[in-house]
């Protein structure tokens, strides 16, 4: 296939599974990291799914790729340097895809390239890097992305729907839908719920269905989150609770992006996620104390868990 997609960030673990993925269907696959120089052939293993060959290059490098669609998979925080250097890099695509958990990325490539030509690939597999280099391991049998645009910006159907099929041919259980937005609210719902609880417990996302405190503390979490999409006049496609203990069982062996940010001793995506949902909530006159609450523990919380050994041993 001759589209040219490139990942920017893909060495990180969910970037690197959805680079897998586009290469293995085939598309001139190149991920783009702020660790590399030049381009390079590099052999990207994404354990689980398979592996492939792709183009590595570093910023310095962008301006010769010509990327019909950029797939951001920086970690959110990271998204708005990430778009300002594509933009230097002179790139047009005529797609540009936010894979960030929580609320504010989509809505900033929406800025940055108008509506109709940014969506969101909404990942609902767990996965974490391999040690050194780019590469990552699917843990859990979920292998779920939901790709769309929002319906109410303007259409890119045509475009996300192709990026879909390319995912999926890659091995993914990727599917395309009209109007992402409440799939995006459904996955907020899942991170919000997971994410912190497994910080908490600092524990396998599988502690969310297996203890009766982490599903209760979970439950009232992506409850709170279904209600102040309904206050933000986005209807869910399911229940939240039952989508955060499904998504919980279903990557019950992976140890969730904030625990592994934790462990890393990177900053965590609270803000765009619990953080995201309380404001949202006041923004619309409908609280959401367990959301602040829990932002507020993971918060006070960080300094002492910063760098402290995961429990999935090595990430
Ligand atoms: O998105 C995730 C994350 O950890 O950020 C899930 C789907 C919960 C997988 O761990």
Known sequence: MALQAVVVGGCGA????????????????????????GCRAERLVAEGLGEAVVRLCGWDAAPALKPDVVVYATKAYDLEAAVQAS?????????????QNGLGSLELLEQAYGPSRAAAALAFYGAHKLPGGCGSRLAGRSRRVVVGCRRAQGGCSARARLLAELLAAGGLDAEHVADVEPYRWAKLAVNAAVNPVTVLAWSRNRVVVENPWARELASMLAAEVGRVAGTAGVELPGDPVEEALRVAEATGDNCSSMLQDLAAGRRTEIDYINGAVWRTGERHGAPAPVNRAVYNAVRLLEPWLAGRRSPCGTY
Do not use: C, E, Q, T
Not at 20 to 35: E, I, K, Q
Not at 87 to 99: C, Y
């Open 14 to 37: 969910v970037g690197s599974v959805a680079a897998a993925a586009l290469a293995l269907a085939g598309a001139d696959a190149a991920v783009v990291s702020r660790r590399a120089r």
């Open 87 to 99: 933009l230097d890099a002179g790139w047009s695509p005529s797609l540009a895809v936010s894979m």
